[in-house]
Protein backbone atom coordinates (compact mmCIF):
# COMPACT_ATOMS: atom_id res chain seq x y z
CA UNK A 1 0.00 0.00 0.00
CA UNK A 2 1.44 3.45 -1.16
CA UNK A 3 1.92 5.20 2.12
CA UNK A 4 1.26 8.22 -0.34
CA UNK A 5 -1.74 7.02 -1.35
CA UNK A 6 -5.52 7.88 -1.20
CA UNK A 7 -6.25 3.84 0.20
CA UNK A 8 -3.52 4.31 2.91
CA UNK A 9 -5.03 8.01 3.75
CA UNK A 10 -9.18 6.45 4.02
CA UNK A 11 -7.63 3.38 6.29
CA UNK A 12 -5.46 6.05 8.95
CA UNK A 13 -8.37 8.19 8.98
CA UNK A 14 -10.49 5.37 9.63
CA UNK A 15 -8.33 4.26 12.26
CA UNK A 16 -8.08 7.53 13.71
CA UNK A 17 -11.89 7.78 14.28
CA UNK A 18 -12.70 4.83 15.06
CA UNK A 19 -10.13 5.07 18.19
CA UNK A 20 -11.89 8.65 19.15
CA UNK A 21 -15.64 7.04 19.03
CA UNK A 22 -13.98 3.79 21.03
CA UNK A 23 -12.34 5.72 23.84
CA UNK A 24 -14.56 9.13 24.06
CA UNK A 25 -17.85 7.83 23.52
CA UNK A 26 -17.11 4.14 24.61
CA UNK A 27 -14.16 3.84 27.30
CA UNK A 28 -14.26 7.34 28.73
CA UNK A 29 -18.33 7.80 29.05
CA UNK A 30 -18.57 4.55 30.56
CA UNK A 31 -15.45 4.70 32.98
CA UNK A 32 -14.15 8.12 33.39
CA UNK A 33 -10.26 8.22 33.24
CA UNK A 34 -9.83 4.59 33.56
CA UNK A 35 -6.73 2.00 31.99
CA UNK A 36 -8.70 1.30 29.12
CA UNK A 37 -9.71 5.44 28.52
CA UNK A 38 -5.56 6.04 28.55
CA UNK A 39 -4.75 3.24 26.27
CA UNK A 40 -7.14 4.71 23.43
CA UNK A 41 -5.11 7.66 23.90
CA UNK A 42 -2.15 5.99 23.79
CA UNK A 43 -3.60 4.16 20.61
CA UNK A 44 -4.60 7.59 18.91
CA UNK A 45 -1.26 9.13 19.18
CA UNK A 46 0.71 5.94 18.11
CA UNK A 47 -1.18 5.87 14.96
CA UNK A 48 -0.45 9.30 14.34
CA UNK A 49 3.26 8.91 15.47
CA UNK A 50 3.62 5.90 13.00
CA UNK A 51 1.71 7.82 10.39
CA UNK A 52 4.24 10.69 10.42
CA UNK A 53 7.25 7.55 10.53
CA UNK A 54 5.67 5.93 7.28
CA UNK A 55 5.13 8.96 5.43
CA UNK A 56 7.68 11.49 6.93
CA UNK A 57 5.93 14.19 5.03
CA UNK A 58 7.48 17.79 4.81
CA UNK A 59 7.41 20.28 7.51
CA UNK A 60 6.76 22.83 4.80
CA UNK A 61 4.17 21.28 2.63
CA UNK A 62 1.95 20.51 6.26
CA UNK A 63 2.26 23.93 6.59
CA UNK A 64 5.20 24.19 9.52
CA UNK A 65 7.29 27.21 8.05
CA UNK A 66 8.62 30.08 9.15
CA UNK A 67 9.73 31.66 5.38
CA UNK A 68 5.96 33.19 4.66
CA UNK A 69 5.27 33.85 8.05
CA UNK A 70 4.99 37.50 8.41
CA UNK A 71 3.06 37.86 4.48
CA UNK A 72 0.93 35.33 6.07
CA UNK A 73 0.25 37.01 9.96
CA UNK A 74 -0.01 40.42 7.82
CA UNK A 75 -3.19 38.59 5.57
CA UNK A 76 -4.40 36.25 8.01
CA UNK A 77 -4.34 39.41 10.97
CA UNK A 78 -6.05 41.56 8.72
CA UNK A 79 -8.82 39.72 8.14
CA UNK A 80 -8.98 38.36 11.72
CA UNK A 81 -8.73 42.22 12.58
CA UNK A 82 -11.65 43.02 10.25
CA UNK A 83 -13.64 40.13 11.88
CA UNK A 84 -12.90 41.39 15.46
CA UNK A 85 -13.71 45.31 15.09
CA UNK A 86 -17.08 44.21 13.47
CA UNK A 87 -18.18 41.43 16.28
CA UNK A 88 -16.92 44.05 19.04
CA UNK A 89 -19.86 46.75 17.22
CA UNK A 90 -22.13 44.35 16.95
CA UNK A 91 -21.73 42.96 20.35
CA UNK A 92 -21.50 46.67 21.87
CA UNK A 93 -25.13 47.56 19.80
CA UNK A 94 -26.79 44.58 21.15
CA UNK A 95 -25.34 44.82 24.65
CA UNK A 96 -22.60 41.99 24.65
CA UNK A 97 -19.98 42.39 27.29
CA UNK A 98 -16.17 41.14 26.87
CA UNK A 99 -15.58 38.78 29.85
CA UNK A 100 -12.30 39.81 31.87
CA UNK A 101 -8.88 38.78 30.55
CA UNK A 102 -5.57 37.82 32.16
CA UNK A 103 -2.43 36.90 30.39
CA UNK A 104 -2.51 33.70 31.11
CA UNK A 105 -5.78 32.95 29.90
CA UNK A 106 -4.54 34.37 27.12
CA UNK A 107 -1.53 32.34 26.46
CA UNK A 108 -3.81 29.35 27.19
CA UNK A 109 -5.95 30.27 24.22
CA UNK A 110 -3.00 31.17 22.00
CA UNK A 111 -0.87 27.67 22.72
CA UNK A 112 -3.87 25.85 22.40
CA UNK A 113 -5.37 27.04 19.33
CA UNK A 114 -1.78 26.63 17.81
CA UNK A 115 -1.88 23.10 19.09
CA UNK A 116 -5.41 22.49 17.86
CA UNK A 117 -4.90 23.61 14.25
CA UNK A 118 -1.12 21.48 14.18
CA UNK A 119 -3.35 18.99 14.31
CA UNK A 120 -6.36 19.70 12.59
CA UNK A 121 -4.75 21.77 9.41
CA UNK A 122 -1.31 20.80 9.21
CA UNK A 123 -2.04 16.65 10.59
CA UNK A 124 -5.85 16.06 8.98
CA UNK A 125 -5.92 18.57 6.44
CA UNK A 126 -3.23 17.07 4.05
CA UNK A 127 -5.07 13.52 5.07
CA UNK A 128 -8.04 15.31 3.72
CA UNK A 129 -6.58 16.45 0.70
CA UNK A 130 -5.73 13.00 -0.62
CA UNK A 131 -9.21 11.88 -0.82
CA UNK A 132 -10.67 14.83 -1.75
CA UNK A 133 -8.88 16.06 -5.20
CA UNK A 134 -10.86 19.35 -4.99
CA UNK A 135 -9.61 21.67 -2.38
CA UNK A 136 -13.32 23.43 -1.42
CA UNK A 137 -14.29 19.34 -0.78
CA UNK A 138 -11.00 19.24 0.97
CA UNK A 139 -12.21 22.17 3.51
CA UNK A 140 -15.88 20.95 4.22
CA UNK A 141 -14.44 17.39 5.10
CA UNK A 142 -11.81 19.36 7.25
CA UNK A 143 -14.66 21.38 8.70
CA UNK A 144 -16.64 18.55 9.58
CA UNK A 145 -14.22 16.49 11.17
CA UNK A 146 -13.10 19.55 13.22
CA UNK A 147 -17.04 20.46 14.08
CA UNK A 148 -17.84 16.76 14.88
CA UNK A 149 -14.58 16.07 17.54
CA UNK A 150 -16.72 18.80 19.50
CA UNK A 151 -20.04 17.16 20.42
CA UNK A 152 -22.33 16.57 21.99
CA UNK A 153 -23.24 20.78 22.50
CA UNK A 154 -24.70 21.26 19.17
CA UNK A 155 -24.21 24.91 19.47
CA UNK A 156 -20.40 24.67 19.34
CA UNK A 157 -20.90 21.89 16.89
CA UNK A 158 -22.19 24.29 14.67
CA UNK A 159 -19.62 27.22 15.65
CA UNK A 160 -16.76 24.86 15.02
CA UNK A 161 -18.00 24.12 11.70
CA UNK A 162 -18.22 27.65 10.59
CA UNK A 163 -14.87 28.46 12.19
CA UNK A 164 -13.26 25.26 10.40
CA UNK A 165 -14.92 26.31 7.12
CA UNK A 166 -13.30 29.93 7.95
CA UNK A 167 -10.04 28.83 8.59
CA UNK A 168 -9.75 26.19 6.35
CA UNK A 169 -10.13 28.67 3.28
CA UNK A 170 -7.34 31.18 5.15
CA UNK A 171 -5.33 28.13 5.12
CA UNK A 172 -5.73 27.88 0.86
CA UNK A 173 -4.66 31.26 1.06
CA UNK A 174 -1.94 31.59 3.76
CA UNK A 175 -0.62 28.06 4.42
CA UNK A 176 0.65 28.56 7.49
CA UNK A 177 -0.31 26.53 10.52
CA UNK A 178 1.25 28.82 12.98
CA UNK A 179 -0.24 31.57 11.99
CA UNK A 180 -3.88 29.55 11.50
CA UNK A 181 -3.82 28.10 15.04
CA UNK A 182 -3.07 32.53 16.32
CA UNK A 183 -5.69 33.43 14.66
CA UNK A 184 -7.82 30.35 16.18
CA UNK A 185 -6.94 31.46 19.61
CA UNK A 186 -7.90 35.25 19.03
CA UNK A 187 -11.57 33.97 17.83
CA UNK A 188 -11.95 31.77 20.85
CA UNK A 189 -10.50 34.78 23.00
CA UNK A 190 -12.83 37.27 21.80
CA UNK A 191 -15.76 35.92 20.42
CA UNK A 192 -16.32 32.11 21.49
CA UNK A 193 -15.69 33.50 25.13
CA UNK A 194 -18.39 36.07 24.60
CA UNK A 195 -21.33 33.51 23.27
CA UNK A 196 -20.28 31.48 26.20
CA UNK A 197 -20.45 34.16 29.13
CA UNK A 198 -23.91 34.65 27.37
CA UNK A 199 -25.03 31.05 27.56
CA UNK A 200 -25.23 31.24 23.07
CA UNK A 201 -22.76 28.32 23.45
CA UNK A 202 -23.14 26.13 26.35
CA UNK A 203 -20.00 24.76 26.90
CA UNK A 204 -16.18 24.03 25.04
CA UNK A 205 -16.81 20.34 26.48
CA UNK A 206 -15.70 17.77 24.29
CA UNK A 207 -17.22 14.32 24.93
CA UNK A 208 -19.76 13.50 27.68
CA UNK A 209 -19.52 15.43 30.68
CA UNK A 210 -16.83 14.36 33.15
CA UNK A 211 -18.75 13.83 36.04
CA UNK A 212 -22.47 13.54 34.11
CA UNK A 213 -22.93 9.61 36.05
CA UNK A 214 -22.70 11.22 39.31
CA UNK A 215 -24.73 14.49 37.77
CA UNK A 216 -27.07 11.77 36.99
CA UNK A 217 -27.43 9.92 40.55
CA UNK A 218 -28.19 13.44 42.06
CA UNK A 219 -31.23 14.28 39.47
CA UNK A 220 -32.72 10.45 40.80
CA UNK A 221 -32.42 10.94 44.92
CA UNK A 222 -32.83 15.18 44.52
CA UNK A 223 -35.86 16.39 46.34
CA UNK A 224 -36.93 20.34 46.61
CA UNK A 225 -34.70 22.54 49.32
CA UNK A 226 -31.75 20.03 48.58
CA UNK A 227 -28.33 21.75 47.86
CA UNK A 228 -25.65 20.59 45.74
CA UNK A 229 -22.00 21.69 45.96
CA UNK A 230 -18.81 20.77 44.67
CA UNK A 231 -15.57 20.98 46.57
CA UNK A 232 -12.57 23.60 46.71
CA UNK A 233 -10.09 21.60 44.30
CA UNK A 234 -10.23 19.79 40.86
CA UNK A 235 -14.25 19.84 40.47
CA UNK A 236 -15.78 22.64 38.43
CA UNK A 237 -19.93 23.18 38.06
CA UNK A 238 -19.51 22.55 34.28
CA UNK A 239 -18.41 18.83 34.57
CA UNK A 240 -21.59 17.88 35.61
CA UNK A 241 -22.44 18.54 32.01
CA UNK A 242 -26.60 19.71 33.03
CA UNK A 243 -28.43 22.02 35.61
CA UNK A 244 -30.86 21.41 38.35
CA UNK A 245 -33.42 23.57 39.43
CA UNK A 246 -31.09 24.83 42.67
CA UNK A 247 -27.64 26.49 41.78
CA UNK A 248 -24.35 24.39 41.92
CA UNK A 249 -22.80 25.61 45.16
CA UNK A 250 -18.70 25.84 45.07
CA UNK A 251 -17.56 24.86 48.45
CA UNK A 252 -14.44 27.03 49.16
CA UNK A 253 -11.77 27.07 46.57
CA UNK A 254 -8.74 26.93 45.83
CA UNK A 255 -8.03 30.11 46.11
CA UNK A 256 -8.81 29.80 49.63
CA UNK A 257 -6.14 28.55 52.91
CA UNK A 258 -6.92 25.50 54.87
CA UNK A 259 -8.99 26.53 57.29
CA UNK A 260 -11.49 28.61 55.46
CA UNK A 261 -11.95 25.40 52.80
CA UNK A 262 -12.61 22.94 55.79
CA UNK A 263 -14.79 25.76 57.74
CA UNK A 264 -16.51 25.77 54.60
CA UNK A 265 -17.46 22.30 53.64
CA UNK A 266 -17.94 21.88 57.81
CA UNK A 267 -20.77 24.24 57.40
CA UNK A 268 -21.95 22.81 53.82
CA UNK A 269 -22.75 19.15 55.67
CA UNK A 270 -24.05 20.71 58.92
CA UNK A 271 -26.93 21.90 57.09
CA UNK A 272 -30.41 20.89 57.87
CA UNK A 273 -31.50 19.61 54.70
CA UNK A 274 -30.22 17.55 52.60
CA UNK A 275 -26.91 18.03 50.64
CA UNK A 276 -25.09 16.66 47.90
CA UNK A 277 -21.23 17.21 47.50
CA UNK A 278 -18.87 16.34 44.66
CA UNK A 279 -15.33 16.30 45.97
CA UNK A 280 -12.05 14.54 45.65
CA UNK A 281 -10.75 12.09 47.75
CA UNK A 282 -7.81 13.62 48.58
CA UNK A 283 -9.84 16.68 49.56
CA UNK A 284 -12.31 14.65 51.53
CA UNK A 285 -10.10 13.37 53.45
CA UNK A 286 -8.30 16.34 54.07
CA UNK A 287 -10.70 18.67 55.16
CA UNK A 288 -13.46 16.39 57.05
CA UNK A 289 -12.68 15.56 60.27
CA UNK A 290 -13.33 11.60 61.14
CA UNK A 291 -16.04 12.26 62.81
CA UNK A 292 -18.18 13.91 59.61
CA UNK A 293 -16.39 11.44 57.52
CA UNK A 294 -18.23 8.79 59.22
CA UNK A 295 -21.59 10.36 58.83
CA UNK A 296 -20.99 10.85 55.44
CA UNK A 297 -22.95 8.48 53.10
CA UNK A 298 -21.33 7.47 49.35
CA UNK A 299 -23.64 7.76 46.71
CA UNK A 300 -20.84 7.27 43.93
CA UNK A 301 -17.47 7.87 42.54
CA UNK A 302 -16.24 9.14 39.14
CA UNK A 303 -12.26 9.06 38.07
CA UNK A 304 -11.54 12.62 36.48
CA UNK A 305 -8.55 14.18 34.78
CA UNK A 306 -6.40 16.42 37.39
CA UNK A 307 -7.05 20.30 36.38
CA UNK A 308 -3.52 21.21 37.65
CA UNK A 309 -0.41 19.24 37.35
CA UNK A 310 3.44 19.61 38.92
CA UNK A 311 6.49 18.27 38.36
CA UNK A 312 6.82 17.62 41.86
CA UNK A 313 7.83 14.34 44.34
CA UNK A 314 4.24 13.67 44.95
CA UNK A 315 3.62 13.29 41.05
CA UNK A 316 6.49 11.00 40.75
CA UNK A 317 5.09 8.64 43.28
CA UNK A 318 2.00 8.61 41.73
CA UNK A 319 3.59 8.14 38.44
CA UNK A 320 5.71 5.17 39.36
CA UNK A 321 4.31 4.21 42.50
CA UNK A 322 0.64 5.05 41.68
CA UNK A 323 0.23 5.51 45.62
CA UNK A 324 -2.89 3.83 46.29
CA UNK A 325 -3.78 4.06 42.65
CA UNK A 326 -2.75 3.06 39.26
CA UNK A 327 1.26 3.60 38.55
CA UNK A 328 1.17 6.32 35.18
CA UNK A 329 -2.58 6.88 35.41
CA UNK A 330 -2.43 7.69 38.88
CA UNK A 331 -0.36 10.96 38.09
CA UNK A 332 -2.61 12.28 35.94
CA UNK A 333 -6.23 11.31 37.49
CA UNK A 334 -8.28 12.53 40.58
CA UNK A 335 -11.19 10.47 41.89
CA UNK A 336 -14.38 12.17 42.88
CA UNK A 337 -16.79 11.28 45.19
CA UNK A 338 -19.90 11.65 45.30
CA UNK A 339 -21.21 12.17 49.39
CA UNK A 340 -24.30 13.12 50.85
CA UNK A 341 -25.60 14.03 54.71
CA UNK A 342 -28.41 12.01 54.20
CA UNK A 343 -29.18 7.93 53.70
CA UNK A 344 -29.96 7.32 49.99
CA UNK A 345 -33.87 7.16 49.27
CA UNK A 346 -34.62 3.81 49.90
CA UNK A 347 -31.73 2.67 51.12
CA UNK A 348 -31.84 0.77 54.93
Known amino acids: MNPHGRTFALVELG ?19 SV ?14 CSLMIRRPGWKDSGFRLDNFWPALVYVGGIILCLLVAFAVT ?9 PLSGKRVVSLLVSGVLQQAFFLGYLFHRWSLIFRKPSHTVLASAASFALIHLPDSSLVA ?25 HGFVVLFIISVLQERVIIKTTQIGPAELAPLAATVARELKPGDRI ?4 HGIGAGQFGRT ?3 SIEPIGGSDLDDRLNREQLQLFFAANGRVFCAITESDFYHYLEPELRERMFLLDTRYVWKRKLALNRAFLEDFFYGSDDVPVLGAFRDRVLLVSNRRPHGAF
Open 15 to 33: ALFSLWTLTVWGAWQWSGV
Open 36 to 49: WTFAGILGLGGTVL
Open 91 to 99: AGIIGLAFP
Open 159 to 183: ATAIGGIFLGWLFLQAKNVIVLGLA
Open 229 to 232: GFGP
Open 244 to 246: FEV
